[in-house]
């Protein structure tokens, strides 16, 4: 069934919104029209020159990725290395390219850490580095009459969402007053007098990114064709957006079996590690893609062992034997990621069809 592809692109970003991205990514529609319709979405971790072979075999008009082709801004397209002629290929095919990269990695609801959490059988995940600045507070002023009607519109919208509760706001009443001038259509009162209206003050808090969708659901609630409002940041973190996640094994486990239990549930031979002074593993750090920066994070929390990759050799030391840290692979971290492009699409748009590349990309080989 053909879907635009503005479509497929919202019901991803539902999860994790573009602007949820480090400031160096590239996430988002790299080639196509989003009014585009396309049939068939091809799921790869990377994109490479044999990845759109197989799109064009399957007869894919749509590549859905988590690592971004384009990084770095083109400056010319001849074909000189892989990235050119990769886009050169889909562009010459009329294959669409959309990439969800770090705006996934910063969600725990369906995001790259919760699928690397399920695959190692954590429990009780949670965030291990929430971001910070991500989230606001609402006031506005409402007559009473309007009251719940405004306040249901804003939270069917996203705002008062804390943690594992919903509809969470302050209000207060008090008096309000003003005097519509020329040229205005007040709801209440005449131009030219004061008036004064009974409204309660109601205060939400929601994160920057469901902002515009709040605002908006604000405007089409709200009665006054002026609506007194102010938006404030503040410095609580976010819980369920940042990097890393941290959880639980459902038990104890010696570093012999922990080890195994990595291997066997993500289907690797081998990974490289420390040494520690852990006699057992339970509480377990894990970041998908490179994560050498959360080290300390991971210690702090108290972890025994932390799980990600692209960990350089004197990072390493950092764990001073009082942590477990395991370099199991970049790809390797974050190859089950496409399974959340096909839950996501497959939950949106029953009839669409994808698949799963079959071309492994992983540039590391171990001999």
Excluded at 32 to 38: I, L, P, S
Excluded at 76 to 85: A, K
Excluded at 275 to 288: D, F, L, P, R
Aim: with cysteine; glycine share 8%.
């Amino acid at each position: 069934m053909p879907i635009k592809i503005g479509s497929i692109t919202n019901a991803i970003e539902e999860v994790a919104p573009v602007s949820l991205q480090e400031d160096y990514d590239n996430s988002g529609l790299l080639i196509g029209n989003k009014n585009d319709e396309v049939e068939k979405a091809l799921l790869c971790l990377d994109v490479t020159e044999d990845v759109i072979e197989e799109a064009i075999l399957n007869k894919c008009d749509i590549i859905i990725c988590h690592h971004p082709i384009i990084f770095k801004g083109l400056k010319r397209l001849n074909g000189d290395n892989f990235v050119e002629r990769t886009v050169i290929k889909a562009i010459k095919y009329n294959i669409a390219i959309y990439a969800c990269h770090t705006n996934l990695d910063n969600v725990l609801n369906q995001g790259v850490n919760e699928k690397f959490a399920e695959k190692l059988k954590l429990k009780h995940g949670r965030i291990l580095a929430p971001m910070n600045g991500q989230l606001v507070s609402l006031v506005l002023y409402i007559p009473n009459s309007h009251f719940e009607t405004v306040q249901n519109a804003l939270f069917r919208a996203g705002a008062g969402e804390i943690g594992n509760y919903s509809e969470c706001g302050f209000s207060y009443e008090g008096l309000g007053t003003f005097k519509p001038m020329d040229g205005s259509m007040p709801y209440i009162g005449e131009q030219g007098k004061r008036t004064a209206e009974i409204e309660k003050r109601l205060e939400v808090i929601l994160p920057k990114y469901k902002l515009g969708e709040v605002l908006s659901a604000m405007n089409d609630s709200h009665p006054y064709e002026e609506i007194a409002y102010q938006i404030n940041e503040i410095k609580n973190s976010l819980q369920d957006i940042g990097a890393g996640l941290i959880g639980y094994l459902n038990e104890e486990m010696s570093i012999e079996n922990f080890t195994k239990h990595v291997k066997s549930n993500l289907e690797i031979d081998t990974f490289k590690g420390t040494k520690t002074n852990k006699k057992t593993i339970h509480k377990v750090a894990i970041c998908g893609g490179a994560g050498s920066f959360l080290i300390n994070k991971a210690k702090a929390n108290g972890a025994d062992a932390y799980i990600t990759s692209d960990v350089k050799y004197h990072e390493f030391f950092d764990a001073e034997d009082d942590l477990f840290i395991c370099d199991v692979g970049h790809y390797e971290s974050e190859k089950y990621t496409i399974e959340i492009f096909r839950d996501i699409l497959s939950k949106k748009f029953p009839n669409f069809a994808t698949i799963f590349a079959n071309t492994n990309t992983n540039p590391i080989q171990y001999y």
